[in-house]
C-alpha cells in the first residue's frame, strides 16, 4: 500500500465547565391580596416591579400580587456575586423574614442562562446559612441559549 497519512488537527466541539452566562436572581414575594406599597414599608426598597392581583401585563391578567427586586449580572461575575448584591439591599432581620414567610409566598428565583453545557455555580455555606435564615423558598429556571456566532 502507498499513500500518505494524513493528521489533522483536533476540531474543538465543544468548550465544557466553567459558570453560568447570565444569571438573573429576583426576591419575588407574592400574595393573593398582596399591595405593593405594604411590601415596599416592610421591606424598606422599592421593587423592580410589582402588581396588583388583576392588573393586566399585555394580555396576561394577574392571578396574584406581586412583588419583585432583581438583579442582574453576566460572566465572568458569578451566580454568588449576583446573589451578594441582592442581599445587601435587603435587611438582615429574622423576625421581619418570619414576617414575611408567615404572610406571603417568598421566593429567591433564579433565571440562569447558559451558552454551553455543563455549566454551574455553587453557594458557599454561609450564604446558604442566610437564605435559610429568610425563609424562602428556591426557584430555579435554566435556559440553554444559542450562542451567538
Do not use: C
Not at 17 to 39: M, R
Not at 104 to 109: F, P, S
Not at 117 to 142: T, Y
Amino acid at each position: 500500500m502507498t499513500g500518505s497519512t494524513e493528521t489533522s488537527e483536533p476540531q474543538m466541539i465543544a468548550t465544557v465547565g466553567g459558570s453560568v452566562d447570565q444569571a438573573n436572581v429576583s426576591l419575588a414575594i407574592y400574595a393573593h391580596d398582596l399591595e405593593p406599597e405594604a411590601v415596599t414599608s416592610l421591606v424598606g426598597r422599592s421593587p423592580t416591579r410589582a402588581h396588583r392581583k388583576g392588573d393586566r401585563n399585555g394580555k396576561t391578567v394577574a392571578r396574584n400580587g406581586g412583588w419583585f427586586l432583581t438583579e442582574n449580572g453576566v460572566a465572568p461575575e458569578t451566580v454568588e456575586e449576583v446573589v451578594g448584591r441582592l442581599l445587601e439591599k435587603l435587611p438582615d432581620d429574622p423576625a421581619l423574614w418570619r414576617q414575611l414567610a408567615t404572610r406571603y409566598d417568598v421566593q429567591l428565583r433564579f433565571g440562569l442562562h447558559i451558552l454551553n453545557w455543563n455549566r454551574g455555580f455553587s453557594l458557599p455555606k454561609g450564604l446558604v446559612r442566610r437564605l435559610a435564615q429568610m425563609e424562602l423558598s428556591l426557584d430555579f429556571d435554566i435556559y440553554a441559549d444559542e450562542p451567538e456566532t
